[in-house]
């Protein structure tokens, strides 16, 4: 998968995350903003990478502001975010 443009998924609301995605030169680089980031920070990173290198992704910049997503909320918008990044129809459903 290729980054294409910009892209983001999700808000501002409580539990939730929004996630904006770029192309990047330097690996997977991840500015988290949390309110919970104290507790679950390194979790919320190993899950916004892992998501990130399950589709391919090794090149890219994301911003994160987290308001308290549960872990399957962070892929789901990462997800999203990167699809739509890389203007992509297809989605895997078997995974």
Request: glycine share 6%.
């Amino acid at each position: 998968m290729e980054i294409k443009k910009i892209s983001s998924a999700g808000t501002m609301e409580s539990s939730d995350i929004f996630v904006l995605i770029e192309k990047g030169d330097h690996g997977i680089e991840i500015d988290l903003k949390s309110s919970v980031i104290h507790q679950y920070g390194d979790q919320i990173l190993s899950v916004i990478k892992q998501t990130l290198e399950s589709i391919g992704l090794i090149n890219v910049k994301v911003a994160a502001n987290d308001r308290g997503a549960l872990d399957c909320t962070i892929r789901a918008r990462v997800l999203a975010a990167a699809y739509r990044a890389a203007e992509s129809v297809e989605y895997d459903w078997s995974e």
